[in-house]
């Protein structure tokens, strides 16, 4: 291998490294932040506009919506590691982002207003509302398309790191163990124990009580089938209808347990047990 094409190894490997990382995460929102300013500016006045007679760089409107973009990417951020902690590092679905989008959307819609009322009096002595509703939708409008750009990548790989690479942390009286949702094929409770079973049929039994852990695990995967057993979507390999509209789980794990032997799902939940399967 040459020493150029060492050189351009190494170099590639330092930029994923960067942009991989924290710094790098902030890197990429800061070029998006200014992209989008540039190109938001550029088309809002014809004086402005590229290739105009009279073009002139809008550098007040450029500045001004940097400052704007500083003031929504904080909210943005607070609020997006809030629902990281709280709801992300658990399950990212649908319902959750919307949330998150409609949050935020709300908290920068309770930032601009007092900075514009604030704003309007300073420089133009009134405030006219009009001018101040159409201002906050065609924020609220760019904020939830910058807002888009800037955290896709970020809940993406939240929403893969839930569903790959999440771990539950079991503790068993002096024990700790750690143990990945993928080599999960369920969890039961017997005779007030709570029980993992790993996809090999080992169990480990946990400190947990049931509900609790119904609430803390990935429900994406998880499903709890009855008072007795929670199961991982990967786990079953046969759905069989039975008498009374019931259906009958049977886990691929090889676990000596009635219990777990033949999962039964009351007719009450069978449309929404095959909703999660499916």
């Known amino acids: 291998m040459s020493a150029k094409t060492a050189t351009k190894n190494n170099l590639k490997t330092y930029w994923l490294t960067f942009i991989n990382s924290s710094a790098g995460r902030w890197f990429k929102k800061v070029i998006i932040l200014i992209i989008f300013s540039l190109i938001i500016n550029h088309l809002s006045t014809p004086e402005s506009f590229p290739g105009s007679d009279v073009y002139r760089f809008p550098i007040e409107g450029f500045l001004a919506s940097i400052v704007l973009c500083i003031l929504i990417g904080i909210i943005t951020e607070v609020n997006f590691q809030y629902y990281k902690r709280k709801h992300f590092i658990k399950k990212v679905e649908i319902t959750t982002i919307i949330w998150f989008m409609a949050s935020t959307l709300g908290y920068i819609t309770l930032m601009y207003i007092p900075v514009n009322f604030i704003f309007s009096l300073v420089v133009d002595g009134e405030i006219e509302f009009y001018y101040l509703l159409i201002g906050l939708l065609i924020t609220l ?19 893969k790191s839930s569903i790959k690479d999440a771990v539950v942390t079991i503790e068993s009286g002096a024990k700790t163990t750690k143990l ?99």
Do not use: P
């Not at 409008?141 to 809940?155: K, R, V």
């Open 141 to 159: 409008l760019l904020s939830f398309i910058l807002i888009g750009l800037s955290y896709a990548q970020d809940i993406y790989n939240l929403y």
């Open 180 to 278: 990945a949702y993928e080599n999960i094929a369920c969890f039961f409770s017997e005779n007030k124990i709570v029980f993992a079973v790993k996809n090999d049929g080992t169990t480990i039994s946990t400190d947990f009580i049931l509900n609790e852990l119904e609430e803390k695990i990935n429900n994406q995967l998880f499903y709890r089938a009855n008072r007795q057993i929670i199961v991982h979507k990967d786990a079953v390999e046969e759905i069989e209808k039975i008498e009374n509209g019931k259906l009958r789980v049977q886990l691929k794990a090889a676990i000596e347990n009635d219990a777990i032997k033949e999962i039964n799902i009351s007719r009450y939940k069978r449309k929404e047990f095959m909703n999660w399967f499916q």
